[in-house]
């Protein structure tokens, strides 16, 4: 699990399309598991001022790779009794948005991420997402895309900043609203008077 806190900017060394391998100030054991741009990795080597970690067939199918380089986001794994002051994160990439629009505001930016339809069932307003593993809240639904205010902390402590319009990036959806989404079998149905009786029985 992560919280979508940034704790480094790594600098990519090598991607030969299976081996990631950066330089960085973390010192994760083999076999943990790190966040890289959001996606959950296993360290599987470690050097003098880095690691590299594999990347699977899978997550090259469902993973903005082509943003493995210059520079990405990590971080480490979470420790039971750590502060969480984002959301929790399990850097299960759930599908590829693109940045589409970027507005400058008197204190920080708009972005505007399209996402694929199927997505848009996971999202609601002030709800959270991780958008290349950074946690953030979203200011409003838009059709088949989302607006995000980034502050101007963000943009200075994480690769925001050197976003432009036409980036894929990589969402997680909020945990509870897959499972929720899951149990009352959206995908197949809508939400039915029964479904919101049951729900409403809950409270």
């Known amino acids: 699990m992560f919280n979508g806190l940034i704790k480094e900017i790594s600098q990519v060394v090598n991607f030969d399309g299976k081996i990631l391998t950066l330089k960085s100030n973390l010192n994760p054991n083999l076999g943990d598991s790190i966040a890289i741009n959001g996606a959950c990795l296993s360290v599987i080597s470690k050097f003098n001022g880095g690691f590299s970690v594999e990347v699977s067939s899978e997550s090259v199918k469902n993973l903005a790779i082509e943003n493995f380089k210059d520079f990405v986001h990590s971080e480490e794994a979470l420790k039971f009794g750590d502060k969480i002051d984002g959301h929790l994160i399990q850097g299960h990439i759930d599908f590829i948005g693109e940045i589409y629009k970027i507005s400058e505001l008197k204190t920080g930016f708009d972005f505007y991420i399209k996402l694929p339809s199927q997505a848009m069932k996971f999202v609601a307003n002030k709800g959270s997402i991780a958008v290349d593993g950074v946690s953030l ?29 036409g980036r894929r990036v990589n969402i997680e959806t909020d945990l509870l609203a897959r499972y929720v989404a899951r149990a009352l079998n959206l995908d197949k149905k809508g939400l039915s008077w029964e479904d919101v009786e049951r729900i409403s029985s809950l409270y």
Do not use: C
Request: hydrophobic letters at 45%; proline letters at 0%.
């Open 137 to 165: 809240t979203i200011n409003e639904i838009l059709d088949n895309a989302i607006r995000l205010t980034i502050i101007s902390i963000t943009m200075r402590d994480t690769l925001f900043g050197r976003y432009k319009v």
